[in-house]
């Protein structure tokens, strides 16, 4: 899902985790619970890397 999102809008945010279709899998809280405090660096990396 992540990969379709950035593919159709160049970056990923924490707002888009809230948002269709990311929210029907848990959204921000679901990420926060398998990422915990990471959470922030896997997004700007997936951000920085899928945009490059």
Known sequence: MIRDHVANSFHIERDDLEMSPFD???GLG???QLFGAKMDTLLDELNE???A
């Open 24 to 26: 029907g899998q848990g």
């Open 49 to 51: 890397v899928l945009v």
């Open 30 to 32: 679901k990420m926060y």
